[in-house]
C-alpha cells in the first residue's frame, strides 16, 4: 500500500507538468525547459491541456487560421514560439499581450494582414520576430517601439509600399533586417529608409531585392538608389509686408506675411498662429481664385502663393505666427512673434523702454523683407503709426490720419 501511495503522490506532483495534448509530444530538455512538439498534425486551433510551464511551443505546418486572446493563456511562461506555415488570417487583440518572456516568435507564411501592433509593446525581451510571407501592406511607426532587445526582423515577401520614417528607431540591439521582395513605391516618402541605410550598422539581408515597383521611372532600381535629387528636404523663409501709403487701405492695417518655400516634391504651405485666446491650425489655402473664403476662418486670409493677411489687425492678433513647409521628405518651419503698439510717437516710446531697439524713422516698409531663419522667435513690433497731420482743419476740427506701419526689431533690422 505504502508503495502505491507513493507512486499516487508522485504522479501528482509531476502531473501538472507533464500535461501533454494527445497530438503533441512534450519533453524536458536538458536545461529544464519544457518541450511542447505539435507541428505538422494538422490542427485547426491551437490545442488545449498544454502545461504552464512549457516554455518552447512548436505548431508550425498545420491548419491554424485563427488566434484569439485566450490561446494561449494556458502557456504564460512560453519563451520560443513557433507558428510558421498555418493560415493564419486573423489575431485578436491580446492573443500575444501577456507572453512576457517570448525571446522568439514565428508568424512567417502564413496570411497575415492587419496584426494587433500593441500586442508587442509587453514583449520588451523579444529577440527574434520573423512575419515574412504574410499581406501585411502597412506597419504603424512605433510597431516595434519597446522592443528594446529586438535582434531579427524578417518582413520580406510582403505588400509593404512604404514605411513611416523612424520605423526602425529606438532598435539598439537589432543586427538583422529582411525588406525584399515588398512592392515598395518609391516616392520620397522611404527616401529616408535610403539615408537610414547608408548610415546604420544594420544588415539588411539581399538588400539588392529591396526593389522599387513605381513610379515607373524608378520600377525596378533598389530602394537604396533613389537618386538624391528627386527628394529635397523643405526650405522656407518668411517675409514681410506692410501697406503702401499709397493704396487704398482698410479701415485698420493689415499684416501681411508671405512665405516662400523650396523642395522636392514642391513642399505645402501651412499655417500655426497662436494668440493669447487661441490657437489656429490652417492646411493650405482658403481663398479661392474668384476670392471667395472657403474655410470658417475669414479673418486669417491664406493665399495659393502663400501670402497671409490678416485685416484690421488688433491687440487680440498678438502672438506667434509660424509658416511650415511640408513634403515627403521632412518639415520645416520658421516662426515670427507679433506684438501691436500705438501712440502719436510711438518709436520713441519703444526706443525709452529698449534703447537697442533699431528705429526706422516711421516709413512704411512696402519692399519683402526677409527674415533671417535664424532670429526666429525674436520679438517683431509692427506698430499701428498714426501721425497727426500738421495742417488742421478751422474750428478745430479732428486732423486728418494717416495709416502707416512701423517695424522694429529688437536687435537687429528686418526692414529696407
Avoid at 47 to 58: A, H, K, Y
Amino acid at each position: 500500500m505504502r508503495p502505491l501511495l507513493c507512486c499516487l503522490g508522485l504522479a501528482v506532483l509531476l502531473g501538472p507538468c507533464l500535461a501533454c495534448p494527445s497530438a503533441c509530444s512534450c519533453s524536458t530538455k536538458k536545461n529544464g525547459r519544457l518541450l511542447a512538439e505539435c507541428a505538422y498534425k494538422d490542427l485547426q486551433e491551437v490545442p488545449e491541456g498544454l502545461s504552464s510551464n512549457v516554455s518552447i511551443l512548436t505548431l508550425s505546418a498545420n491548419r491554424i487560421g485563427w488566434l484569439g486572446q485566450g490561446s494561449f493563456a494556458e502557456v504564460p511562461e512560453v519563451q520560443s514560439l513557433w507558428l510558421g506555415y498555418n493560415q493564419i488570417g486573423v489575431v485578436e487583440p491580446g492573443a500575444f499581450a501577456l507572453l512576457v518572456h517570448l525571446k522568439n516568435l514565428d508568424l512567417s507564411h502564413n496570411k497575415i494582414a492587419d496584426f494587433p501592433w500593441q500586442d508587442l509593446r509587453n514583449l520588451s525581451g523579444l529577440q527574434i520576430l520573423k512575419m515574412n510571407n504574410n499581406r501585411l501592406a502597412g506597419l504603424p511607426r512605433d510597431a516595434f517601439r519597446s522592443l528594446k532587445d529586438l535582434r531579427s526582423l524578417w518582413l520580406n515577401d510582403n505588400e509593404l509600399t512604404t514605411l513611416a520614417e523612424g520605423t526602425f528607431d529606438n532598435l539598439p540591439s537589432l543586427s538583422q533586417l529582411q525588406l525584399f521582395n515588398n512592392p515598395f513605391n518609391c516616392s520620397c516618402k522611404v527616401f529616408w529608409l535610403k539615408k537610414w541605410t547608408e548610415n546604420t550598422s544594420v544588415s539588411i539581408t539581399k538588400g539588392g531585392s529591396t526593389l522599387c515597383v513605381a513610379p515607373s521611372r524608378l520600377k525596378g532600381r533598389a530602394v537604396t538608389d533613389i537618386p538624391d535629387h528627386h527628394c529635397v528636404a523643405p526650405s522656407v523663409q518668411l517675409t514681410y509686408l506692410s501697406n503702401l501709403d499709397n493704396t487704398v487701405m482698410y479701415d485698420g492695417l493689415t499684416l501681411t506675411l508671405h512665405c516662400s518655400v523650396a523642395g522636392s516634391p514642391l513642399p505645402e504651405i501651412r499655417w500655426k498662429i497662436q494668440t493669447s485666446s487661441r490657437r489656429v491650425e490652417i492646411n493650405g489655402p482658403n481663398v479661392a481664385r474668384d476670392g471667395n473664403v472657403k474655410q470658417s476662418q475669414e479673418h486669417f486670409l491664406v493665399f495659393k502663393n502663400g501670402t497671409m493677411a490678416i485685416p484690421n489687425f488688433s491687440k487680440e492678433d498678438e502672438g506667434t505666427y509660424t509658416c511650415l513647409a511640408v513634403n515627403d521628405v521632412g518639415t520645416r518651419d520658421v516662426s515670427v512673434n507679433v506684438a501691436l503698439a500705438g501712440s502719436e510717437n510711438p518709436a520713441e516710446d519703444l526706443l525709452r523702454d529698449d534703447p537697442q531697439a533699431s528705429h526706422l524713422g516711421g516709413r512704411s516698409c512696402y519692399k519683402g523683407d526677409e527674415m533671417d531663419p535664424s532670429s526666429a522667435g525674436e520679438k517683431l513690433v509692427i506698430v499701428y503709426h498714426m501721425p497727426r497731420d500738421s495742417k488742421s482743419g478751422a474750428g478745430g476740427a479732428a486732423p486728418q490720419v494717416h495709416l502707416g506701419t512701423l517695424l522694429l526689431a529688437l536687435g537687429i533690422t528686418l526692414c529696407c
